[in-house]
């Protein structure tokens, strides 16, 4: 077995990659995956063999992107968002410390590269959002409504969604907001408890509303990932909850943190099981009536802190 250091990339060599040992384990078929994990701070790519097509060392990551041209977006640490091109070569980043938070307390857990170039960031602390321009210089920035402020909480993940307003989930006040192009709150959704009290910790056996993740459908309904809720829901613009994957609902499985969720376009639900525990996977994906369509576990690249994921489609 060997591998080559290259400008800080642990690059497998082929014909060699063949006989590493698989790592990944999937039921219901094989696919792709980009994946990141904090406990391990590893950023990697799993083939659908189960093993490591590439890894690099990655510091904290809430979120993660790949872009149309097969550019990955991603972040290395609370502050720094870096652009990767095909060979994984650093062609932009970005310090949120910069544009007048030199010395604020700021932390980003929700970025967007948005048509025309611009990269949209969601800085936590400073509770706003901010549109950037290849040289870091800001086009457009909006404010955020923050009823418990918190550099680390303030936020988790955001889009900007097709009809050019800004969905946010807001951690620490349990809160899916949408903005319109000022800052003006036009539609909020409160996280449910669902007469449970809550509960400490980051595994299964906490309970909360910290919501991590939003995302608007094409029917219009929003799907929400509530993070130590260990939910998905399903809410139409009334706030009628019409579809609810709850944490023992899935045979053999028990979901913790639900952090980012994806409606694919057959219909089924994409999402990604933080601090589940080795026994659990980390990516699941589930049909409308709540069946097991894929899982993906893989506890030796990665460890119990898996919140962000890219799965590519067989």
């Not at 990944?24 to 093993?51: E, F, K, M, N, Y």
């Not at 010395?103 to 901010?130: C, N, W, Y």
């Not at 019409?242 to 045979?251: E, I, Y």
Request: proline fraction near 7%; charged fraction near 25%; aromatic fraction near 6%.
């Amino acid at each position: 077995m060997e591998t080559v250091l290259l400008t800080g990339l642990l690059v497998v060599v082929e014909p060699l990659r063949a006989e590493l040992p698989p790592t990944a384990a999937q039921t219901g078929g094989v696919r792709r995956v980009i994946a990141a994990d904090d406990s391990t701070r590893t950023l990697a790519a799993i083939g659908p063999d189960g093993r490591v097509d590439w890894k690099l060392p990655c510091r904290q990551i809430h979120d993660l992107h790949l872009l149309p041209d097969g550019h990955l977006l991603y972040q290395d640490g609370w502050t720094r968002i870096v652009e990767l091109d095909a060979d994984r070569t650093p062609v932009w980043e970005y310090d949120a410390k910069g544009n007048g938070n030199a010395d604020k307390a700021v932390e980003v857990h929700a970025f967007q590269r948005l048509p025309g170039g611009v990269t949209m960031i969601v800085e936590s602390g400073p509770a706003r959002i901010i549109e950037v321009d290849r040289s870091g210089a800001i086009r457009h920035q909006l404010p955020l409504k923050v009823d418990a402020s918190s550099a680390h909480s303030d936020t988790r993940n955001a889009r900007k969604t097709a009809a050019g307003t800004y969905l946010v989930a807001h951690e620490k006040d349990g809160v899916v907001r949408e903005y319109d192009a000022d800052g003006k709150v036009i539609w909020e959704f409160d996280v449910p408890l669902f007469d449970k009290p809550r509960k400490g910790g980051h595994g299964p056996e906490a309970f909360g509303d910290q919501v991590y993740s939003a995302e608007r459908l094409e029917n219009g309904n929003t799907l929400i990932g509530t993070g130590n809720g260990h939910s998905v829901l399903e809410v139409t613009p009334g706030k009628q909850i019409v579809w609810r994957l709850d944490q023992h609902d899935l045979p053999g499985i028990t979901l913790a943190w639900v952090t980012q969720v994806r409606r694919l376009p057959g219909g089924n639900t994409l999402l990604v099981n933080c601090h589940a525990g080795p026994d659990n996977p980390q990516i699941i994906e589930v049909t409308p009536d709540k069946k097991i369509a894929w899982t993906f576990k893989d506890f030796k690249t990665f460890g119990n802190s898996l919140p962000v994921a890219l799965v590519f489609e067989p």
